[in-house]
C-alpha cells in the first residue's frame, strides 16, 4: 500500500503537558515539527491533574529545592534515579515561572504571589514538619496547563494532527527510528510521519485495571511500540494506587482536598491515618494511606452495605473555602457521588492511578536500550517524555504534584536537547516502502480477521485479572496464576475480530488498537511484578513484606523479544548534593 510519507524535524505522539512543552521548545526555535494526539490536545489525560505542581519557590515559607529533591527520593522508596530527581528539583522554579509568564492563572496569595498548598509527602528542612510547596490553579491545574500550552503551541506554528492515532514506529534497514505511521480517525486515511527525531508522550496504561482515575485513552500506546520495537522497559510493576477515587465511578479526588485539611475516616467516624502515619497523618505518601485504607476494609471497617469503601471528610471546611479552593471537587462529587460535599462526606476507595515505570530515558529523554550483558546505549534519535517514560524521578512511588513539574521540566529538556542536536546536523534518516509496510503489519491483521472472539470482552476480563491479581496487596501464587491468564488472554487476542471495516470515526478499529498495547503493557506488568521479590513503594507484596535494599535497589527490566526480566543499576550519583542513602520510610 502506497501511503503519503510527510518529513519534519521533529515528530512527537501526544499532545499532553508534556507533548505540548516539547514541541513549544522546538517550535519557537523554528523547527518544523508534527504534534500528533488522537484526541484535541486539550482534551489530554494531564487535563484530570487536579492538585498543583510541586516546585520550590518557598511563597508560603522559605524553601529550598534540595527539600524537594530529599522528599522524592524518599518517596520514590530510594529507587528514583538522584541525577533526575536534582534536575528537575533544581530546574522546577524556572519552568514554572515560564509557565506563570505564558498565562496559565495560578491562584494567588493575598500578596499576589503564586498560590501553594500542602501535599502528601512534602517537608521541610529533609524530613521536618509538613511543606506547602503546591502549585495550584485551583483545583484544575492541570486543564489550565495544557490549554496554556496549546495557545502557545498555535503562536509558534507546530503543526497539530488531531484525532489522528499513532500504529506503530517506523524503523529503516539500519535500525533507526524514523518517525511513525498513524491514522487519521475521522477519514480512516494512513500517512506515514518521517522526522530527524521522534518523541513519545504518550501517557500511562492504568486502563489495563478495571478500576481507575485514568481517562479511555490511557491505553499505553507508546508503551505497545516501544515494545513492538524491541525495547525493553523499566520498573513497569510500579503501578500508584490513589487513595481517593470516587467509589464505583473511579475519578480522581485531589490530595489537595487533604492538603485544604480534609481528612478520612472509617466506619467508626475514626480518623484512622493518625494510627498508620502519626506524624504526616491524611498527608502521608500515597501508597502508604492506600495500604491503610485497603487494611482498614479488610478489617471490616468500610462504610457502605458492601462495607467496601471509606469516607473522605471536606464539610467542616465550610463552603466558601470548598467553593474557592475546590470548586471542581464539589462537582465531581455532585455528578458521580450524588453527594454535596459542603455537607456531607465523599465515599472514595484506592484506585489504580500512575504508572511510575515506562519506556527508560535520561534527564534529556534520550531513550537508553539496554543489552544483555547490561550495558546501555542511547537508541539515536528516540525521545520520551511524561509518564510514558521512566526517566527514574518517581521510583516506587509518585509524590503528588510532581507529575506535572516531570511533564513540563523533562518536555523542556528533551526539546533544548533535540534543539541543539538539530543545530548541530540531523540527517533525515532514508525510509523505504518496504520499512513502512512492515509498520503497518499490526493493522493490516485486525483489517483481514473478521471472525473471532469479541476483544471487548477479552479487554474486560483483562482488567478484572489485573485489578484481582495486580492491586494493592500482591502474593507470588495468586500472581502466578494471573501471569497465566495473562497469557491465555493474549493467545485469544491473536484471532480476535475486528468486525466493522468502515472507514470513517471507525472507534472499533481503534479499541481493538488500543488493546494490542494494554495486553503488551499487562503481560510486562505481570512478569515484573513476580519478578521482583520484595515490598517496595506501590508493589506490596505479602509474601515479600520487607524491602530487600541488598538485592533488589535496582530497576527492573523487561525485555520483550525474550520476555525475560534483568535489572540496571539506580543512579544514586547526584551532581550538586551528597547522595541520599535509603532508610527506613516513615511518615
Not at 397 to 408: A, H, I, T, Y
Request: net charge negative; aromatic share 8%; charged share 25%.
Amino acid at each position: 500500500m502506497a501511503i503519503a510519507n510527510n518529513t519534519y524535524d521533529a515528530v512527537i505522539v501526544g499532545a499532553g503537558g508534556a507533548g505540548l512543552r516539547a514541541a513549544l521548545q522546538l517550535a519557537n526555535a523554528g523547527n518544523k515539527v508534527a504534534l500528533i494526539s488522537k484526541v484535541f490536545p486539550t482534551r489530554s489525560h494531564t487535563v484530570s491533574a487536579q492538585g498543583g505542581i510541586t516546585v520550590a519557590l518557598g511563597n508560603s515559607h522559605e524553601d529550598d529545592w534540595r527539600w524537594h529533591m530529599y522528599d522524592t527520593v524518599k518517596g520514590s522508596d530510594y529507587i528514583g534515579d538522584q541525577d533526575a530527581i536534582e534536575y528537575m528539583c533544581q530546574q522546577g522554579p524556572s519552568a514554572v515561572y515560564e509557565l506563570d509568564h505564558m498565562g496559565l492563572p495560578f491562584s494567588r496569595t493575598e500578596e499576589g504571589k503564586i498560590y501553594q498548598r500542602p501535599f502528601g509527602g512534602q517537608s521541610l528542612n529533609f524530613g521536618g514538619e509538613q511543606a506547602a510547596r503546591t502549585a495550584a490553579a485551583a483545583d484544575r491545574t492541570g486543564h489550565a496547563l495544557l490549554h496554556t500550552l496549546y495557545q502557545a503551541n498555535l503562536k509558534a506554528g507546530t503543526e497539530v494532527f488531531s484525532e489522528w492515532y499513532s500504529l506503530d514506529l517506523v524503523t529503516n534497514d539500519e535500525g533507526r527510528i524514523c518517525g511513525v505511521t498513524a491514522l487519521c480517525i475521522e477519514t480512516g486515511e494512513i500517512v506515514c510521519f518521517s522526522g530527524r527525531t521522534t518523541i513519545f508522550a504518550t501517557g500511562g496504561a492504568g486502563r489495563i485495571f478495571k478500576s481507575t482515575t485514568n481517562a479511555f485513552i490511557n491505553t499505553g500506546d507508546g508503551l505497545g511500540m516501544a515494545l513492538r520495537a524491541g525495547l525493553p522497559i523499566q520498573d513497569i510493576e510500579m503501578w500508584q494506587f490513589h487513595p481517593t477515587g470516587i467509589y464505583d465511578a473511579g475519578p480522581l479526588i485531589t490530595e489537595g482536598c487533604r492538603g485544604e485539611g480534609g481528612y478520612l475516616i472509617n466506619a467508626d467516624g475514626e480518623r484512622f491515618m493518625e494510627r498508620y502515619a502519626p506524624n504526616a497523618k491524611d498527608l502521608a505518601s500515597r501508597d502508604v494511606v492506600s495500604r491503610a485504607m485497603t487494611k482498614e476494609i479488610l478489617a471490616g471497617k468500610g462504610v457502605g452495605p458492601k462495607k467496601d469503601h471509606l469516607l473522605l471528610k471536606l464539610d467542616h471546611l465550610g463552603a466558601d473555602l470548598l467553593h474557592k479552593r475546590l470548586p471542581g471537587i464539589l462537582d465531581l462529587a455532585e455528578t458521580f457521588a450524588h453527594v454535596d460535599g459542603t455537607k456531607e462526606p465523599l465515599p472514595v476507595i484506592p484506585t489504580a492511578h500512575y504508572m511510575m515505570g515506562g519506556i527508560p530515558t535520561n534527564y534529556h529523554g534520550q531513550v537508553i536500550k539496554t543489552d544483555a550483558q547490561g550495558q546501555d546505549h542511547i537508541v539515536e534519535g528516540f525521545y520520551a517524555v511524561g509518564e510514558c517514560a521512566c526517566v527514574s524521578v518517581h521510583g516506587g512511588n509518585r509524590l503528588g504534584g510532581n507529575s506535572l513539574l516531570d511533564l513540563v521540566v523533562f518536555g523542556r529538556a528533551a526539546g533544548q536537547h533535540i534543539e541543539e542536536a538539530l543545530k548541530k546536523g540531523i540527517e533525515i534518516p532514508e525510509v523505504t516502502d518496504t520499512n513502512i509496510e512492515q509498520s503497518l503489519q499490526r493493522i493490516n491483521r485486525w483489517e483481514n480477521t473478521s471472525k473471532g472472539e469479541s476483544p471487548a470482552e477479552i479487554r474486560e476480563e483483562m482488567k478484572e485479572v489485573m485489578q484481582n491479581h495486580f492491586g494493592v496487596f500482591r502474593t507470588g501464587d495468586f500472581m502466578a496464576e494471573g501471569l497465566k491468564k495473562i497469557n491465555d488472554l493474549r493467545e485469544r487476542l491473536k484471532s480476535a475480530a475486528l468486525t466493522d471495516n468502515s472507514k470513517v470515526f471507525n472507534t472499533q478499529r481503534i479499541e481493538c488498537l488500543e488493546l494490542d498495547n494494554l495486553m503488551a503493557v499487562a503481560e510486562a506488568t505481570a512478569v515484573a511484578a513476580n519478578f521482583r521479590t520484595e515490598s517496595r513503594g506501590a508493589h506490596s507484596r505479602e509474601d515479600y513484606p520487607d524491602r530487600d535494599d541488598e538485592n533488589w535497589l535496582v530497576h527492573s527490566l523487561y525485555f520483550p523479544e525474550t520476555e525475560t526480566m534483568g535489572t540496571r543499576e539506580v543512579n544514586r550519583q547526584p551532581h550538586t548534593v551528597e547522595p541520599f542513602e535509603p532508610k527506613v520510610r516513615t511518615y
